[in-house]
């Protein structure tokens, strides 16, 4: 995710509806001739602004870049933030970035915005850049090629949250309002798209999205409400996996490659992230004791016996997940 966002060429769009072939250059030459009637711009400063724009736009293959082009030198701490952010230095980039969103000039307002958006989801604060793309859609839409990416990335954020329905739709609009955009644009929508359906109708998926949403926001250090929430659920959905393969496997010698993954419709197979193990590596263990130690585990405790009460209650293809999601809260104790 994090070399796809660094890598984004990204054209389109200057309001919400599909775009024209040459909307985007009608947008740029109106930045240019902006830049030319502002009489507060050094004519040596000036100059060489419009020149990158007009280079960036005169190659279709950089023309998205056009306006981004120019208000680097325009902007010396708008270049300093996209250098910063190209380094994978997100805060930095972030702190940059975050006061020109309120600049007057409105071209660069709208380039500081999605660009801030971006940091925020590289350091994984999705929740938090939502509301700025939210923003930068209903407000910059005739002062940026840039619209299309906002939908995309607007989506992206929302399906990192677990907003699925909302991420749903801006995916979609995203792919029917915007065809113009970079093509491994248009794959990773429709790859989320898939993802999000899976997570619906598939019970290990929706496990492990839920999984990396938790480890997502105790990275941050937010363990609040609705954190507690996801792990109340991850542990629920854990609970109703081993009784569905207990249920399907019930009537099995072993179960030993019989029966359906939990949730899902293909014939035996491991847990991602999982090898296919030996003979004994599809046997039950009976959760003869109370569940308690599944509920422990979301207290992130250190004891070592918790983590192997809920694990030993596991069907060994799938201690490995347990085993990840109890890892990860050591890993964000310790940041």
Known sequence: MLTFLMCLLVAPAPANRVVAPDAKSTVIERFIESRQADSSIAEEVKSRALSAAREAAGNPETRQEAITAGLKILSPEFEAGLKKLAAEEATDAGKLLAPLTGAAD???????????????MVEG???????????FIETHGDTTVRLGEAWFLKG???AGALKRDEATGSLKKFLRDFPGEPGRMQGEARATLVD??????DLLTDIHTKMNFSERRLSLEDSGRRTQEVQE????????MIEELEKKCG???GCKGSCSKPGGSGMGGSAPGMSSGSSQASQITERDAPRTPWVDLTERQNDPSVFNAAKSRVPVQYRG??????????????K
Not at 233 to 240: I, K, Q, S, Y
Request: aromatic share 10%.
């Open 251 to 253: 009537n099995c010698k």
């Open 106 to 120: 409105p071209w660069l307002a709208a380039e500081a915005q999605l660009f801030l958006a971006r940091a925020m």
């Open 156 to 158: 992206k954020l929302e």
């Open 233 to 240: 659920d991850v542990v629920a959905l854990l609970d109703e």
């Open 321 to 334: 997940l347990v085993e990840q999601y109890y890892q990860s809260f050591g890993e964000t104790q310790t």
């Open 125 to 135: 604060r999705y929740e938090d850049a939502l509301p700025i793309v939210a923003a």
């Open 196 to 201: 999000l359906e899976e997570a619906e109708s």
